[in-house]
């Protein structure tokens, strides 16, 4: 079975302080997502990446920026936390397009910033 | 831009009756789409994904969706809600416009199972 863990369930988080999560995916999976979801808005797509290194904006990526130094391993960077960043964040990876695959989530990190 | 909609934000059926979420997709070109759920604290999990093969697709615990291309609907159905069903619905598109790798989610359909 495809794994995808998130470092944290639960985090809380002043304003201004720069806030790291972090997600990593066991399958060997070329693409990595981060989305944040809101109550009546469904998923948004922040970043995601195709390879290491490699990274693409998303439909929202301001105030955020992405990490992918290994494969295995996608950070989503919140340099200077805010209230309206206080949400749901949900990792997913899927396998270098090819064929038309889904994503697997992890579980979520639900972040208040106070 | 490919985009899909879900008809109804919540949706209420009793134990035992049938299931129907609603979906309208807009796409320019052939869509790839899917069913996801989402139980209470968790993760999404895939319910069944349409890729221009057989028009009626199966999915996971009893769920199936049509897609109909005259209609550009993709509505989900199970004949026979269970209490373990209650949990959130999204819809989503990929496709050329937004790159296959891409996926496009609706707002979500909450289900309510009531005894």
């Known amino acids: 079975d495809v794994k995808v863990t998130q470092s944290s369930r639960y985090l809380v988080k002043r304003t201004g302080e720069k806030v790291f999560l972090e997600c990593v995916q066991d399958m060997d999976h070329e693409n990595m997502f981060w989305y944040r979801q809101d109550p009546g808005l469904g998923l948004r797509l922040i970043y995601f990446?195709?390879?290491?290194?490699?990274?693409e904006k998303g439909d929202i990526p301001e105030g955020y920026s992405v990490s992918r130094e290994k494969k295995e391993r996608f950070s989503l960077i919140l340099e200077s936390a805010s209230t309206n960043q206080t949400s749901m964040y949900l990792c997913?990876?899927?396998?270098?397009?090819?064929?038309?695959?889904?994503?697997?989530f992890g579980p979520g990190t639900r972040l208040t910033v106070t | 831009a490919q985009s899909v909609t879900q008809l109804d934000s919540h949706v209420s059926v009793s134990e035992g009756t049938p299931v129907l979420l609603r979906c309208n997709y807009s796409s320019s070109y052939s869509p790839s789409l899917f069913w996801y759920v989402q139980h209470p604290n968790k993760g999404l999990q895939l319910l069944l994904k349409y890729t221009s093969a057989a028009t009626l697709v199966k999915g996971i615990n009893g769920f199936e969706a049509e897609f109909k291309k005259s209609e550009t609907s993709f509505h989900l159905t199970k004949p026979s809600a269970h209490m373990s069903d209650a949990a959130e619905y999204f819809c989503v598109v990929s496709g050329p416009n937004t790159g296959f790798q891409k996926l496009v989610f609706g707002t979500g359909t909450r289900l309510l199972v009531s005894p």
């Open positions: 997913a990876s899927s396998p270098l397009a090819g064929g038309v695959y889904e994503q697997y």
């Open positions: 990446s195709y390879d290491v290194k490699m990274k």
